[in-house]
């Protein structure tokens, strides 16, 4: 299977621990999002990466978020001091981006998620 | 900013009958707008999408949509729903920065 997997697809945390979340992209795919998802909202956008670099950070990734994609490749994302509040699914989506020109549609590839419970 | 909006929240129809989802988008150029369908414990899968050119688009699973500029719409349809279509419906638009914005989805029901 060459879709974009995530790991762990369940984590159940007390408050104030610290998490982290893994997710590979499809192998050829430069781009890499993560995203979050409440019960009965749609995917919010956090931040995203071409390649290595770090491009935009979402205003709701607050300083306990970090994200890093060290080689391009997989990329992980902790959650530092976790609130009850960050409980939800955490969403990984991959893309191909070409250049900076209208080749770039926003057509993403998801992953299954990691979904966060906060006791 | 752009934003999206899916005005039903939940939607029913019998098998068999027909489906429009209905979708807005705000933003002043035409942008590149999707739709995606998230079953229980599966991630988001795309079923179409409209970059430019033909305003009907044609997606898997039978789906389709139409993109209406006087209207600021993408609503998804289908004629003939089956039971393996009740899931989460999204609907995305992305331009300019290229992340994509999401809608808060529509929860499909199918009653056999």
Redesign the interface.
Known sequence: DTGVSQDPRHKITKRGQNVTFRCDPISEHNRLYWYRQTLGQGPEFLTYFQNEAQLEKSRLLSDRFSAERPKGSFSTLEIQRTEQGDSAMYLCASSVAVGLGPMNTGELFFGEGSRLTVL | AQS?T?PD?HITVSEGASLELRCNYSYGATP?L?W?VQSP??????LL?Y?SGDTLVQGIKGFEAEFKRSQSSFNLRKPSVHWSDAAEY?C?S??G?????????TSLIVHP
């Open positions: 999206v899916q929240i590149y999707f995606y414990g599966q991630g988001l899968q795309l999408k970059f999204f995305a992305s331009r920065s290229y992340i994509p914005t999401f809608g808060r989805g």
